[in-house]
């Protein structure tokens, strides 16, 4: 059965606390990772895709990588506006319907 | 370019009563998906359409029906809600498969 786990499931940093937030999956052939962010009251909002081991995406303080095995989004010198739940999912190894884990609640302090 | 709309955006419904959410999307994509969300369970998904006039069973499928008429339009249809179908329903839509998904703004609804 094809899964998808993230830790931790909740974080909370000070402003400018770097940290990692992991999604690790069992998938047979990987068609692609993708990462979200979800603010409340509001539906998961796309940030990165990542289809093989080693690659790496940035987006401002956002910088994704992938292994074999699992992704980590790495979130350098946080701001209070990026607190927000990150949800990743991958598509399921016989379709390319995605399983989404169940996500990380980041809160960043000022 | 409004991306993808729902409709409504909260409802209030009795044990029994039926209802339909409205999802549409403006950007041409051929997938389509509905989810719900729950506290501590994530995003499941309860049906998807890989194009028009397609659907299949999600995670989550019992209790609810779809249809995808026109490509830009999925319908998710409640029979006879249940309180445990309470919840907040997302609406998404992908260009095909795999690529990144795009959500509506989520319908809240609670069934008492």
């Known amino acids: 059965e094809d899964q998808v786990t993230q830790s931790p499931e909740a974080l909370r940093l000070q402003e400018g606390e770097s940290s990692s937030l992991n999604c690790s999956y069992t998938?047979?052939?990987?068609?692609?990772l993708f990462w979200y962010r979800q603010d409340p009251g509001k539906g998961p909002e796309f940030l990165f895709t990542?289809?093989?081991a080693g690659e790496e995406k940035e987006k401002e303080r956002l910088k994704a990588t992938l292994t074999k095995k699992e992704s980590f989004l790495h979130i350098t010198a946080p701001k209070p506006e990026d607190s927000a739940t990150y949800l990743c999912?991958?598509?399921?190894?016989?379709?390319?319907?995605?399983?989404f884990g169940r996500g990380t609640s980041l809160i960043v302090h000022p | 370019n409004a991306g993808v709309t729902q409709t409504p955006k909260f409802r209030v419904l009795k044990t029994g009563q039926s209802m339909t959410l409205l999802c549409a999307q403006d950007m041409n994509h051929e997938y389509m998906y509905w989810y719900r969300q729950d506290p501590g369970m994530g995003l499941r998904l309860i049906h998807y359409s890989v194009g028009e006039g397609t659907t299949a069973k999600g995670e989550v499928p019992d209790g609810y029906n779809v249809s995808r008429l026109k490509k830009q339009n999925f319908l998710l249809g409640l029979e006879s809600a249940a309180p445990s179908q309470t919840s907040v329903y997302f609406c998404?839509?992908?260009?095909?498969?795999?690529?990144?998904?795009?959500f509506g703004p989520g319908t809240r609804l609670t069934v008492t």
């Open positions: 998938v047979s052939g990987l068609r692609g």
């Open positions: 998404a839509s992908s260009r095909d498969g795999p690529y990144e998904q795009y």
């Open positions: 999912a991958v598509p399921g190894g016989g379709s390319y319907i995605p399983t």
């Open positions: 990542l289809y093989s």
